[in-house]
Nanobody, 121 residues
Framework: QVQLVESGGGLVQPGGSLRLSCAAD????????MGWYRQAPGRERELVATITSGSNTNYADSVKGRFTISRDNANYTVYLQMNSLKPEDTAVYYC???????????????WGQGTQVTVSS
């Protein structure tokens, strides 16, 4: 069994910063990629940022220059540093990992439970 445990959400004023963390726990052989997605009320879930095991990153245009994704491979943890937050960043943020549980496994997709980020004055 594998779980993704997120932390770091909350309420912040426009222009402020937050840092999200997500740790993968359980039977894990390797993690191909980790990332963050978000879903605002009435909207579909969208990609925020992803990072591969080789630290190649990909960002949504709306967060480029403001958000930074990083990863601790040894501890199966991914971070999202969010700066210059805007009200439109308000959403539930979900951690994602594509991983293998054993060396004979195929890549599987896992999701965290979500953490609320609210940007408001």
């Amino acid at each position: 069994q594998v779980q993704l445990v997120e932390s770091g959400g909350g309420l912040v004023q426009p222009g402020g910063s937050l840092r999200l963390s997500c740790a993968a726990d359980g039977s894990i052989f390797s993690i191909n990629s980790m990332g963050w997605y978000r879903q605002a009320p009435g909207r579909e879930r969208e990609l925020v940022a992803t990072i591969t095991s080789g630290s190649n990153t990909n960002y949504a245009d709306s967060v480029k220059g403001r958000f930074t994704i990083s990863r601790d491979n040894a501890n199966y943890t991914v971070y999202l540093q969010m700066n210059s937050l805007k009200p439109e960043d308000t959403a539930v943020y979900y951690c994602n990992a594509v991983l293998l549980r054993t060396r004979w496994d195929y890549p599987r997709n896992y999701w965290g439970q979500g953490t609320q980020v609210t940007v408001s004055s």
